[in-house]
Structure formats: C-alpha cells, structure tokens
C-alpha cells in the first residue's frame, strides 16, 4: 500500500494519502482552499536500484526517480566539462 504525501502551493497544507495499488495514484487532488495538492513523494514503483561502490564495498541502494535523475545529470554535467578540457588541451 503506497503513502503518498501531497502539498499545496498556495496555502502550503500537506496531506499524506494512502492507495491500494500504484495504479490508483493521482499527480494532484483537490485541496481544501480549492487549489491542487501536488504530489511530493513517487510511488514505490518509480524507484530504481543503482550500485554504489565506495572502492571498499558495493552495495544496492534503492533510489527515488527524482535522485536517479539528479544524479544523471551531474554526470552528464561532468562528461561536458571532461569534454571541454580534452578540446582545450588539443588546440
């Protein structure tokens, strides 16, 4: 049973909702000032397993979609700059 936590932009009020199945979940719900409630956390099912290895031990760590994401982007960030660096030294 996912918990899913809401929250609304204009009155800031949190509201954690449970669901039977991820299927069911909902990106917004009505909130009591009339706005959306936007949804804050993902459902289990969005969450993916990524090996982290400190050089002395890996292990599985399960990630949020948000973090996976977060994460592909540095990288691409610091594949750029490498990028950049490799051309400067050729010219």
Do not use: H, W
């Amino acid at each position: 049973m996912p918990r899913i936590s809401y929250s609304c932009p204009s009155c800031s009020a949190v509201k954690k909702k449970f669901y039977k199945t991820s299927k069911d979940i909902e990106k917004t719900i009505k909130c009591e000032c009339g706005e959306e409630l936007i949804r804050q956390l993902s459902s289990p099912s969005q969450k993916s397993t990524m090996v982290v290895d400190n050089g002395v031990q890996a292990k599985a760590t399960e990630l949020n979609r948000e973090i996976v994401e977060i994460i592909e982007d540095r990288e691409k960030a610091q594949l750029t700059q490498r990028g950049d660096a490799v051309l400067e030294n050729l010219k």
